[in-house]
């Protein structure tokens, strides 16, 4: 049996050398050494084309073997994998999660809203979008070479992954886009009306959402230390501390303030009308978020593994961090203080889990229970401002912290990029372990600054255009029925 594998091994390399030579005529035949090194490269997540470079760092003309230019099963399954886990995050995730925090006459505008965002963001991402945000342009936008998806096949784009698919690539990080709007909602719930808010999202993608991801993610992004050998600002974001979380949160924040307080904030209690139905959401929340985090490997490999490990550890700490601190100052562990941990927990790892090892997953874990819980009932109480389901206090803050810890956290020997061929042209390589802190604080200033200077531009054209608000009547009746004409209980 040791024998068999080998013998099948130097067959195949023969038989596909054989066709390569017979399909292109004259072209340079690979060695068997450059095609054993190809088919490894699939195992270990690297370039295949690379045993096939010559001294100056190109590719004979010609030269290839049949594992360059095609996505790796594996690498290509959980990658689809991931996608429909961070869509099942919004849907229903998210939209449970927020349906059952607001009060019941409100319920079913949240689920229409989540809806609303899954089909407006995905006609934005195949018409410009993810050109936009992941086509080659300048260090704030991308281009339009990818416009209307054109040219985005299964072919995998070397700029972002050997071996996965750009299209699956492309509809992966969608999901990233459309949760990330999404979670603006719940900032202005119970109030804003349908049509507004869909109208503030499709100018707030354009406005925020696509060049914060262009500037952290793109192959030539102001801030994408890891792989852009000319990123000015040299700091790591691995799954969106500065892209979902901070964007988001930020945003979150400078749009409540714009929109203003419910009616009889301060003065009525706004308790969530099922918890059974925010904990369920809870759940689905967490388990989407695994593809999340460990698909922003892009690849089932080592870091993706790291990822997922440290996801775990944070959230379950987190949740039980925030239950403790209401057990101490409250005298009581609510199942909300329990949910609202788990989720901060998973913003506050969200930007370093592919960089840090268990153990600096568990101190993220801790000060990401701990801190969202003082800005939630602290700060708040302190300003007065109305962030309905806490999006500020839990995304912009454990965001915010997440992406300052990852710069003190991160360590080489969970990701060996951050040593990496373009780590070493930008500087970044240097910084790890000494200083990198300060160009994470120089990322959270950028998004910091486009978040709420965008979110404020699109929030007053919104405002130019037509009501943002509902009347003080539709208000008391419930928006399920004044916009959507539905209940979601009738009993």
Request: hydrophobic share 50%; aromatic share 10%.
């Amino acid at each position: 049996m040791r024998m068999i594998l080998p013998l099948l091994v130097c067959v195949c390399v023969h038989w596909s050398t054989t066709l390569i030579s017979a399909a292109q005529p004259g072209a340079p035949a690979p060695s068997v050494e450059q095609r054993l090194s190809a088919m490894e490269a699939y195992f270990s997540n690297t370039d295949p084309s690379a045993a096939l470079k010559g001294a100056d760092g190109s590719v004979p003309t010609g030269l290839t073997t049949p594992a360059v230019g095609v996505p790796g099963p594996g690498h290509n399954a959980w990658m689809m994998t991931s996608a429909a886990l961070v869509l099942f995050m919004t849907l229903p995730g998210l939209a449970i999660f927020y349906g059952g925090l607001v009060r019941k006459k409100n319920v079913l505008s949240i689920l229409a809203q989540c809806m609303g965002v899954t089909t407006l963001v995905t006609v934005i991402w195949w018409a410009a979008g993810y050109s936009l945000a992941f086509s080659r342009g300048n260090p704030f936008l991308g281009g339009f070479d990818f416009a209307f998806l054109r040219g985005v096949t299964a072919r995998p784009n070397p700029d972002f992954s050997p071996w996965v698919s750009q299209d699956v690539f492309a509809m992966f990080q969608m999901m990233f886009a459309i949760i990330t709007p999404a979670l603006i909602v719940g900032a202005v719930a119970e109030r804003m009306r349908f049509q507004a808010i869909l109208t503030f999202i499709a100018l707030w993608m354009f406005l925020v959402y696509l060049p914060v991801t262009h500037m952290a993610w793109g192959p030539d992004g102001l801030m994408n230390g890891v792989w852009n050998p000319d990123a000015k600002i040299r700091a790591i974001d691995f799954a969106g501390g500065t892209v979902v979380e901070m964007a988001s949160g930020w945003s979150s924040l400078a749009l409540c303030l714009i929109v203003g307080r419910r009616m009889g904030y301060g003065r009525e209690l706004f308790a969530p009308h099922s918890m059974v139905i925010c904990m369920i959401g809870t759940g689905m929340l967490w388990v989407g978020w695994y593809g999340f985090n460990a698909g922003s490997a892009i690849a089932s490999d080592g870091v993706a593994s790291n990822a997922f490990v440290a996801t775990t550890l944070a959230g379950a700490v987190a949740s039980g961090t925030w239950a403790f601190a209401e057990f101490l100052t409250r005298g009581k562990a609510s199942v909300l203080g329990f949910c609202s941990g788990i989720v901060s927990g998973l913003v506050a790892i969200t930007p370093a889990c592919g960089f840090v090892n268990p153990s600096g997953a568990m101190v993220i874990g801790i000060l990401g229970g701990l801190i969202p819980f003082f800005a939630v009932y602290k700060l708040k109480a302190w300003f007065a401002y109305d962030d309905s389901l806490d999006v500020f206090g839990i995304h912009g803050v454990a965001g915010t912290l997440g992406m300052l810890l990852t710069g003190i956290l991160a360590d080489p020997a969970v990701n060996p990029n951050l040593l990496g061929a373009a780590a070493q042209a930008n500087g970044l390589a240097g910084l790890v372990g000494h200083g990198l802190w300060i160009e994470q604080l120089k990322a959270m200033g950028v998004t910091f600054a486009v978040a709420v200077a965008g979110t404020a531009l699109a929030a007053y054209i919104v405002r130019a255009l037509m009501p943002v608000r509902i009347t003080p009547e539709e208000e008391h009746s419930g928006l399920d029925i004044a916009e959507h004409g539905e209940e979601g209980y009738i009993l």
